[in-house]
């Protein structure tokens, strides 16, 4: 994290650095007077403009990020929401559904997310912040991702592709829209790879040492010829 600026205050954590800017879009929005600039932001936070790309790579995804933690709470309500669930399954599936289910009404979201008629440009849910945003919402929950199998690495896959399932199902919801449990069941099938694969690929890391030293006279298929040696 790049700490330079900062009126000499730097953030602790990116997590700080990005509540940091999106409190100056929120305040920019709030006095209506001019359009949100990614110089003005700056300017507010005693930043070069570098660095506020460094994590919002765009004026779009600063009010993506501001819609998103806006949107009648919505992060605090998703982490109370399944703050209970220590399953893994559990927690990303019902996260998931919670999110299309709750975001799916929101008119600025859906906007930014199919682009804006005057520009036609879209943002994804997979860009930095939003990437940002839900590794730290996966931080938070009651899982041990840690028992589970899941590395910094996995976990950040996981919340990627989290993201690109709420990022389809909120641009593409169906005909007939998928709800309650036929929603869960249909999120369940497709993000459920990702959920079991760290353990798989542990197990396949576990057997690949003694695939590398294979004994002949131990491999169940010439035990007959070596027994009769």
């Known amino acids: 994290m790049r700490s330079r ?12 650095a990005i509540d ?4 100056v879009v929120d305040a920019i929005l ?17 930043v070069t403009r570098p660095t506020v790309y460094r994590y919002f790579p765009s004026t779009e995804t600063l009010l993506l990020g501001a819609a998103m933690r806006s949107a009648n709470g919505f992060l605090d309500q998703l982490a109370e929401h399944i703050s209970d669930l220590t399953d893994p399954a559990a927690a990303v599936v019902e996260g998931i559904a919670f999110a299309v289910e709750s975001l799916g009404s929101n008119q600025q979201i859906r906007k930014l997310l199919t682009g804006a008629p005057d520009s036609g440009d879209a943002v994804s849910l997979t860009s930095d912040t939003p990437r940002a945003f839900g590794q730290s919402m996966l931080q938070r929950l009651g899982v041990d991702w840690q028992a589970h199998g899941f590395n910094e690495t996995a976990l950040n896959t996981l919340a990627e592709i989290g ?23 249909f999120i369940a099938q497709w993000i459920g790879p990702t959920l079991v694969y760290p353990r798989i690929a542990r197990a396949v890391t576990t057997v690949e040492p003694l695939i590398a030293h294979h004994r002949p006279d131990l491999d169940p298929l010439n035990f007959v010829v070596v027994q009769g040696r």
């Open 5 to 16: 600026g900062w009126s000499g205050n730097p953030p602790a954590s990116d997590a700080d």
């Open 20 to 23: 940091r800017i999106l409190d």
């Open 30 to 46: 709030d006095e209506g007077t001019a359009p949100v600039r990614i110089v003005d932001v700056a300017s507010a936070l005693g």
């Open 163 to 185: 993201l690109r399932v709420v990022h389809s199902l909120l641009v593409d919801p169906g005909e007939p829209r998928r709800t309650g449990p036929e929603l869960r069941r």
